[in-house]
């Protein structure tokens, strides 16, 4: 059971669609939300704190947009043991999976 989930995208119709899809649940849950964002944006700040405690992330990215993403991964995640990374569809080239 996660204590907050946030789902973060570049596109903003995303997050809007994923909102609407999120307001037809009764109750709305309060442990949810969506935030537009530029990961690989050096400004996204608060994206970023949230990424630094996260204890799971869930990413559905293709390798190119893996490989841009993982050095900013490595420094925010630096201090954080017990976050686990989950790739759907590929793998984040150089790190050995955990099973």
């Known amino acids: 059971h996660a204590s907050h989930s946030t789902g973060i995208d570049v596109d903003s119709a995303l997050i809007e669609m994923a909102q609407q899809r999120l307001g037809k649940r009764h109750p709305i849950p309060e442990n949810i939300e969506f935030v537009q964002a530029d990961l690989l944006s050096e400004e996204e700040n608060e994206v970023k704190d949230k990424i630094a405690t996260s204890t799971v992330l869930t990413m559905y990215f293709v390798e190119e947009a893996l490989q841009k993403l993982k050095p900013s991964l490595e420094t925010l995640l ?13 793998e984040m080239k150089g790190w050995k999976p955990s099973w």
């Open 78 to 90: 630096s201090a954080n043991t017990t976050c686990r990374i989950v790739t759907c569809g590929y």
